[in-house]
């Protein structure tokens, strides 16, 4: 007969950092509702040593707030991606500027919710994610570990990372899906709608501009001059083209 210990664990499980008890609660409860298994802090620190505790078992999604007593939810980002830990990293707040969207991606974040927001776009928000766990659930007719070259940099996505002549990129999980997403259609036109529902399971019309912050970030490692990209191309109106 198995013991506890040893049953396999089935239930997706989300840490919530969210200092707003009431607030959080109701996080919990919907997300128990969904069938998922909820821990839930109220500080960064404790956001940094749940996921740093390996006794505690991994997290398959971080639920973030940026403005934490503590630590903020842009520090947590930081030290858990600095640490290798590559957890999916969905950040709620009520910061809107377009300026802490794009902070909190170059921190780590994979998906980014303002508050207040709708129920339902948060659970489908949170189904994407954990339903990308696997190569960011980019369908590919590649090989899964292969290495690309492009111009003196190499992405190694079994690596989850970026190699220039200069320095080597740790990329998130959502960045690896990104590309995968380019590079397996090389040469074609990918559109908005296509990159939207394959790499974040959003809607094709989902108004957002995530995508053109994850794009500015992959060409500061893959472009010589990223004002006038060769290798991530835009196509006006519809989307982006990888070239070589």
Known sequence: MMSSAETPRTKPRILVVEDEAHLAEGIRFNLEQEGYDVVVVGDGRSAVDHLADAARGPFDLVILDLMLPEMSGYEVARRTRASGNFVAILILTAKDDEADVVR???????????????????????????????????????????DVRVGDAVIHFDRFSIETPRETVTLTTREV????????????????????????G?????RTRVIDSFIVRLRRHLEVDPSRPTHIVSVRGRGYRFER
Do not use: C, I
Not at 117 to 132: Q, S, Y
Not at 202 to 206: E, H, I
């Open 177 to 200: 899906g990104l590309l995968r997403a380019l590079v397996d259609r090389e040469g074609e036109t990918v559109t908005r709608g296509e990159l939207l529902e394959q790499v974040w």
């Open 202 to 206: 959003l809607r094709p019309d989902t």
């Open 104 to 146: 909190g991606l170059e921190e780590g974040a994979d998906d980014y919710l303002t508050k207040p927001f709708r129920l339902n776009e948060l659970l489908a928000r949170v189904r994407g994610l954990l339903r990308r766990r696997r190569w960011d659930g980019v369908e590919t007719t590649s090989e899964p570990q292969r």
